[in-house]
C-alpha cells in the first residue's frame, strides 16, 4: 500500500504530536495541528476533518503500513503514544514504497548531466545506495562515511522545519560540560553538518549572540506557536562560515593569516584536499610546502593540524603554534612513564 503525499504528512504530522511529552493533545488539537502543517507544507486552506484523522489513527494503529503504532487515549480524550520512544519514522519501508523511490531516483538521475545538479550528484548516489540496501539487492558496491551510533539524528527533519517554517523552540540542552540539562526558549536559524556530525545554529531568547548546539545533545524539543519568532538579521551564513573549520566561532571571531609547513610526502594529499577553502601555495620545493589560510583560530582547527602529526608545522601566527605546541607536549606527557 502507497502512501500519498498528503496522507504521510498527516501521519508524520500526528506521529510528532504523539511523542510529545510535554503537550496533551485532544482530537480537537490534532485536527488543527494537521490542518496547520498542510496549509504551510502545501497551501491547503480546507483544512483536515475529525473523520480523517480518526481514519488517520486507524490506519496508524494497524499493520496495513507495518506501523502498527501504540496509540492510546488517556482520561478518555488525550491522544498519546503509550510508549514513548516509539516513532512511524523508525519503521522499515515496504515493497510499494521502495518501489515509488526506485522510481524518484530514476527522475533524478536523469538530471545529472546539468551544472546546476552537480551538487546533487552525492545525495543521489546515497538514495539509491539505500533503496537497493532496503530492497536487499545483492551486497552494497558504495560505502558513504557513517556513525550509526550518533544520537539525534532522527531530529534532523522537525528541526529542519523549525527553521524553514521560523518556529520559536523550547530546547532540553545538555551539553558535555553540563552536569545536568536546561530548557531554553531558542530562535533556530541553520542546520551545520561537520564531519558527519550535525548542529543547530540558534539564539537563546535572553541573549543577542548565536550558539551552537550539538543535536546528539537535544534531549528533547517543542514548537512553541506563540512565542514570536525573532529572525535573523546578522551576516549571511555563507559568509559568517567561509573563514571556518567546523562550527565553532563567536561573532566576535575574526580570521587569521595561519601560515602551515607541510612536509613533501604529504604535500600531495594537502594540495588535492586542502585544509581550507582559502588555502594557497606561498612556496613550494623538493622538501616541503608552505601553505597559507585565513581562518578562525578555534578547537576544530588545531584538531585538524594535529591529525597530521610531525608532518606539519605551525610558523604563524605565534599564538596557534603555541597552542599546539602546549598540545604536544601535553600528549608527549602520557607516554613519559613508558608502557605498562
Not at 496495513?64 to 478518555?76: F, M, Q, S, T
Amino acid at each position: 500500500m502507497a502512501i500519498h503525499k498528503l496522507a504521510l504528512i498527516r501521519y508524520k504530522t500526528l506521529d510528532e504530536c504523539f511523542r510529545n511529552k510535554y503537550r496533551k493533545w485532544t482530537l480537537e488539537d490534532l485536527v488543527n495541528k494537521v490542518s496547520e502543517t498542510l496549509y504551510e507544507a502545501e497551501g491547503i486552506d480546507s483544512g483536515a476533518s475529525k473523520r480523517t484523522i480518526q481514519a488517520d489513527i486507524q490506519v496508524m494503529r494497524s499493520s496495513k503500513l507495518g506501523y502498527n503504532a501504540p496509540i492510546i487515549v488517556r482520561e478518555k480524550k488525550y491522544y498519546c503514544y503509550e510508549d514513548p520512544s516509539f516513532s512511524i519514522t523508525k519503521n522499515p519501508v515496504n515493497k510499494a514504497d521502495i518501489t515509488k523511490m526506485k522510481e524518484v531516483v530514476g527522475i533524478l538521475k536523469q538530471f545529472s548531466g546539468f551544472s546546476y545538479f552537480d551538487a546533487f550528484n552525492e545525495m543521489v548516489t546515497r538514495l539509491e545506495s539505500h533503496v537497493n540496501q532496503s530492497a536487499q539487492q545483492g551486497e552494497t558496491c558504495i560505502q558513504f562515511e557513517q556513525n550509526p551510533l550518533l544520537k539525534g539524528l532522527e531530529n534532523l527533519n522537525p528541526l529542519y522545519q523549525a527553521v524553514f517554517q521560523q518556529k520559536s523552540l523550547l530546547i532540553e540542552y545538555q551539553s558535555f560540560k553540563a552536569k545536568h540539562p536546561a530548557q531554553q526558549i531558542y530562535f533556530p536559524y541553520l542546520l551545520k553538518e561537520y564531519r558527519n556530525r550535525w548542529f543547530l545554529i540558534a539564539r537563546e531568547k535572553r541573549h543577542a549572540q548565536l550558539i551552537t548546539l550539538a543535536l546528539d545533545r537535544i534531549l528533547s524539543f517543542q514548537q512553541l506557536p506563540y512565542e514570536p519568532f525573532v529572525p535573523y538579521k546578522g551576516i549571511p551564513f555563507e559568509r559568517y562560515f567561509s573563514d571556518l573549520l567546523g562550527v565553532t566561532k563567536s561573532e566576535r571571531d575574526r580570521a587569521f593569516k595561519v601560515i602551515l609547513e607541510v612536509d613533501a610526502a604529504n604535500a600531495p594529499y594537502v594540495k588535492t584536499k586542502p585544509i581550507h577553502p582559502s588555502q594557497t601555495i606561498l612556496k613550494e620545493d623538493e622538501k616541503s610546502i608552505i601553505l597559507r589560510l585565513d581562518v578562525v583560530l578555534n578547537f576544530e582547527l588545531e584538531k585538524e593540524l594535529l591529525a597530521f602529526g610531525e608532518c606539519l608545522k605551525v610558523l604563524a601566527p605565534r599564538a596557534l603554534q603555541n597552542r599546539i605546541k602546549k598540545r604536544v607536549e601535553k600528549m608527549m606527557g602520557n607516554y613519559a612513564g613508558g608502557t605498562a
